[in-house]
């Protein structure tokens, strides 16, 4: 019994020092999974989140500049405009030119136009006169770069002093029948318009800008960077040894978080997309979540393992106690041993029905996360579906947009058309300004021949006659253009409108995509930590079982030793040596 004793008190001991030391390992082991498993995750879906930002804003910004470059295009083959470039002089050339920019005008992001003919380098903005251009002057660069080093047209952000603005300008080359460069035009773009469509529905915690060969900054939320030229490297100086200039999308990722560099080839820009890595996303990764559960699990385990080792203490303690105090009393000592010795069983039995009620809860749990990985395959099914109706719908879209293109630019043909129907028409006022005239002579001259023009005179009055006819047709002809105009217009606007709608469509429905891809990432990391978790309960199933065997085995050897303390009563004095003994011991662990 004095072998026992001492072995089951040395085992207690050594029991307390090794689920402390489980505990600290298991905190650690938690801290690391959690810190490089976060990070991990962390890399994953950003590398996912910043390609499909960039891929979204680069279509949304090309898409609105596009149209103000395909805008400018048209302004530079106006015959009307190449006539007055060839000839600024011309006052009558001027208003035509000037009613021809003004229709385009209200058509430009900005509400800004702006045209020079290289023979007077005379510099109009928004239809008036603003200032004379010296092609010398270093503050005017871009009109030589334009003139003299463009095929059709460039882009520039600066300040102009004279109209007192910073803008993004389109530049354009406009050149007569054989090629020659004559003059220019384009529009300039506020840089807030520019990159308001861009900016909008950003996710907050991510950082874009937009930045030029030079790696100077050419759009950011912030202004002063534009203004100021900053360069990327001077606001990010963790991007030294990065290439930022590459013609393929680049990943970068650094301590700080990650970054993307995507190329924009029509301006010869890059974009910029940044998510930094903070301890807010440590804390809302999924890994937290899964981490905290098992710590929680095993700390469960280890308090339910130190409450039975102490229970065992304090009855091996009161056991010990007892056995001091009445080991002359032998009768009455094997009495008080076996009520305790009952009372563990009892205490044991207990904890064996509660470690059996929580293997029940536990393969309940099971039973509820096996439904709910069913029920995230059907969702995963429903999200197929409207998956594929999505991307159905975002290819009519683009197919009916294609169709409004083409509208339009058949729209396009026909104000050419009655353009030249205009000019017929004048040409038709003329002739018969010309035929009244003749008419009149004609009848002056048969009143001078008397008798012998009176046959004259009859052809003289018809001649009259048909010049009112064609005057009445010409007037008819005119208002059957004008009416013709104004429903050209009215189908310009129509097509405009949707045209922009069906730009909408395409847009949201590109959203929709991205959201449905995102739910079914997100489904995919549910259905994994619902198998982790149906694993990790299996196991601590088949611990808590153990555990239950474990107690019924304890159970078993305190009732052996209820018949070994009757054997005791034969040497008193050996058990109270051993009693004295053991509770040295006992006095040292508590210690």
């Known amino acids: ?52 930002v960039a891929e979204l804003k680069t279509l949304a910004f090309e898409s609105e500049l596009n149209s103000q470059i395909a805008l400018v295009k048209q302004l530079t083959k106006s015959p009307i405009i190449i ?9 009558e050339l001027f208003n035509m030119a000037v009613k021809e920019f003004g229709t385009f005008k209200s058509s430009f992001l900005s509400d800004t136009v702006f045209w020079v003919s290289d023979k007077d380098l005379r510099f109009y903005q928004n239809l008036e006169y603003a200032y004379k251009i010296n092609p010398d002057s270093p503050d005017t660069y871009w009109y030589k770069m334009t003139m003299y080093e463009t095929q059709v047209y460039n882009f520039n952000i600066n300040y102009n002093p004279e109209l007192n603005n910073t803008m993004l300008w389109i530049n354009a080359v406009v050149r007569d029948e054989s090629g020659n460069p004559i003059g220019m035009c384009g529009t300039g773009i506020p840089l807030d318009g520019c990159f308001d469509s861009v900016y909008e529905n950003l996710d907050k915690d991510l950082t874009l800008k937009f930045y030029n060969d030079e790696e100077e900054i050419t759009g950011s939320e912030d202004q002063e960077e534009i203004v100021s030229k900053a360069t990327i490297r001077y606001k990010y100086p963790e991007l030294e040894h990065v290439n930022t200039l590459k013609d393929v999308p680049v990943i970068h990722e650094s301590s700080d978080g990650q970054y993307i560099f995507y190329p924009l080839p029509t301006l010869g820009w890059h974009m910029m997309v940044f998510k930094p890595y903070t301890l807010r996303t440590v804390l809302t ?69 509660i470690l059996d009620n929580q293997s029940a809860s536990i393969e309940e749990s099971q039973s509820n996360i096996q439904t709910l990985l069913q029920q995230l395959k059907v969702l995963d099914s429903v999200r197929r579906n409207s998956l594929g109706n999505a991307k159905a719908l ?52 048969a009143a001078h021949a008397g008798e012998l023009g009176a046959g004259f005179a009859v052809v003289a009055r018809a001649i009259r006659q048909l010049a009112e006819k064609s005057r009445d047709q010409e007037d008819k002809v005119e208002q059957v253009i004008g009416d013709m105009q104004k429903m050209i217009d009215s189908m310009v606007e129509s097509s405009e409108a949707v045209h922009d709608s069906y730009e909408e469509i395409v847009e949201n429905s590109a959203n929709v995509n991205a959201n ?33 065997a474990s107690f019924d085995s304890m159970r078993v050897s305190n009732e052996g030793l209820a018949n070994e303390v009757s054997k005791a009563a034969e040497s008193s004095e050996k058990l109270l040596e051993q009693a004295e003994n053991a509770l040295k011991l006992i006095g040292i662990n508590k210690a």
């Open 1 to 52: 019994m004095k072998i026992n004793l001492f072995k089951n008190v040395a085992y207690a001991k050594r029991s307390h020092i090794f689920s402390s030391i489980i505990t600290v390992v298991v905190l650690l082991i938690a801290v690391v999974t959690l810190v490089f498993g976060s990070r991990s995750v962390f890399d994953h879906q950003t590398r996912t989140q910043l390609i499909n």
């Open 83 to 91: 006539n007055y470039m060839k000839n600024p002089g011309s006052s």
């Open 285 to 353: 990764s999924s890994m937290t979540f899964l981490v905290a559960l098992l710590v929680v699990i095993t700390l469960i385990i280890i308090t339910i393992f130190n409450l039975y080792i102490n229970n065992i203490l304090a009855s091996l303690n009161e056991v010990v106690t007892t056995t001091k105090n009445k080991a002359s009393e032998q009768k009455e000592f094997i009495t008080n041993v076996q009520g305790t010795i009952s009372t563990t069983v009892r205490s044991l039995g207990s904890y064996g029905t």
């Open 394 to 445: 975002e290819k009519s879209s683009t197919e009916g947009q294609t169709h409004i293109v083409n509208l339009q630019e058949n729209i396009s043909a026909i104000v050419e058309c009655s353009k030249r129907l205009v000019e017929a028409n004048d040409l038709i006022a003329d002739v018969t300004s010309q035929t009244d005239l003749l008419a009149l002579n004609a009848a002056i001259e």
């Open 516 to 548: 449905f891809e995102e739910m079914s990432e997100s489904i995919e990391q549910q259905n994994t930590l619902g198998h982790t978790i149906g694993i990790n309960l299996s196991g601590i199933t088949e611990s808590v079982n153990d555990s239950s």
